[in-house]
């Protein structure tokens, strides 16, 4: 029973997408960190930098299509953080969502609109249940939950849309009842810390977050089978991917992500009705690893722990 006496947690949420993966998938990707943990994880995305030397923009997109170099280096290390974290039950939350567009029926969100304002829609409706139901499951229902700020990758599609920047704020607090909000408005900040939109400690969550939805979604669907530098990062989450998407519930996985790190997908059969709501009816989790084929021709296993 939610105890309003009890000492909130505050959250910082952090956001980003990636499109027509496969001609197919789009994914929402969302990290949710303790606010007072954010100086901590800085400082280890910072040691990483130094240490490799690399200070420009580090997106998924952007890796080295030779597997090598400080960008690749920088990227692999990044994504051992999330390894890292999990086994010493620290300071990260992953929620991902794929989204395959061959089973949606695309005018539940808005017949005859642009492709544009459709995906728009789409996401806002999916980033809604993303972000409450991230809220709920990873930090619990007696006690008070502070979001301080949902921080979002710049993407004009998302900043032009009439209500995304507000709506999934509303319902978080409107719906929760332990959940409240400090902002009324999703901030979008530039990836590129060269940008006059950077933001000193934002933009590089922000460039974090693209690398991990970038190297979980990459572990299944190996959309660029000529990258070495992605499949070089994604390699670094493959086995605990493949755990996730297996054995989702596996309290005991050496790994420690129960409750921690998830990642799902929807529809599991084509959505035929006119209802274009994220139900937890037509989520999944098992599929196979792309890149696990890739790279050693093995299939992936179900229920490995």
Not at 217 to 226: A, I, K, L, P, Q
Not at 279 to 285: F, H, K, N, P
């Given at each position: ?8 947690i ?47 923009e ?25 390894l ?37 829609a ?13 809220l ?15 921080v ?46 950077a ?6 969550f ?10 979980i ?10 990258n070495e ?27 420690g992500?129960h409750?921690r ?10 959505v035929?009705k006119?209802?274009?709501e994220c ?7 098992n ?19």
């Open positions: 029973m939610y105890d309003y006496r009890k000492p909130p505050s959250i910082t949420v952090y956001a980003d997408e990636r499109k027509q993966l496969c001609d197919r998938w789009d994914y929402i990707g969302l990290v949710f960190i303790p606010s007072n943990r954010l100086e901590y994880m800085r400082g280890l995305l910072n040691a990483v930098r130094s240490t490799y030397s690399y200070f420009h580090l997106k998924f997109s952007g890796l080295n299509r030779s597997g090598r170099g400080e960008k690749v280096a920088t990227g692999k290390k990044w994504a051992s953080i999330v890292d974290e999990a086994k010493q039950n620290g300071a990260l939350y992953l929620k991902i969502l794929g989204i395959d567009r061959h089973n949606l029926n695309e005018n539940a969100f808005g017949e005859n609109s642009s492709k544009s304002a459709t995906y728009a789409m996401y806002n409706r999916f980033f809604r249940s993303q972000l409450i139901g991230g709920k499951y990873y930090f619990g229902a007696d006690h008070p939950i502070v979001v301080d700020e949902v979002h990758d710049t993407e004009g599609n998302l900043e032009n849309h009439e209500y995304f920047d507000w709506h999934s704020i509303m319902c978080a607090e409107r719906d929760v009842e332990n959940v409240s909000v400090k902002t009324n408005s999703i901030q979008f900040v530039d990836s590129d810390p060269k940008s006059l939109e933001h000193p400690v934002h933009t590089e922000v460039q974090f977050a693209d690398i991990i939805l970038g190297a979604s990459h572990c299944v669907e190996c959309h660029n089978r000529r530098g992605m499949h070089e990062v994604a390699k670094v989450l493959l086995p605990l991917v493949e755990r996730m998407s297996h054995n989702p519930r596996n309290r005991n996985s050496s790994y992500y409750r790190y998830g990642i799902s997908f929807f529809p599991k059969e084509k035929s006119s209802e274009g139900s937890t009816d037509g989520l999944y989790s599929r196979q690893m792309a890149l696990k084929t890739k790279v050693s021709g093995q299939r992936s296993i179900p229920g490995i722990g």
